[in-house]
């Protein structure tokens, strides 16, 4: 089994940045491929960055391609996203999640889910 908890959303303006953090439990953390989605009122949860086990391989989705950028520290058990040059369409719920297998960009793919953090951008 594994718990994650989000941290780090807030309300900023517009081409600000904002870092969120997950902290996982569980001893097996550095061999999950892990994610980040995001939820806004009224659509569905969607892709935003993925992380292979070791942190070699990162994918994005195309809308924040060059401003996110997904990182994990496996000593520390945690996974990172580093938002700059915020939008206000960047506005939702940002979770992050774990899979047990090979997962990149669907929901489907990922077991273990966080409880969401929020972020607001302001235009």
């Known amino acids: 089994q594994v718990q994650l908890v989000e941290s780090g959303g807030g309300l900023v303006q517009a081409g600000g940045s904002l870092k969120l953090s997950c902290a996982a439990s569980?001893?097996?953390?550095?061999?999950?491929?892990m994610g980040w989605f995001r939820q806004a009122p009224g659509k569905e949860r969607e892709f935003v960055a993925a992380?292979?086990?070791?942190?070699?391989?990162?994918y994005y989705a195309d809308s924040v391609k060059g401003r996110f950028t997904i990182s994990r520290d496996n000593y520390k058990n945690t996974v990172y996203l580093q938002m700059n040059s915020l939008k206000p369409d960047d506005t939702a719920v940002y979770y992050c999640?774990?899979?047990?297998?090979?997962?990149?960009?669907?929901?489907?793919?990922?077991?273990?889910w966080g409880q969401g953090t929020q972020v607001t951008v302001s235009s």
């Open positions: 569980g001893r097996t953390f550095s061999s999950y491929p």
């Open positions: 992380i292979n086990w070791s942190g070699g391989s990162t």
């Open positions: 999640a774990a899979a047990r297998e090979y997962a990149v960009s669907r929901v489907h793919e990922y077991e273990y």
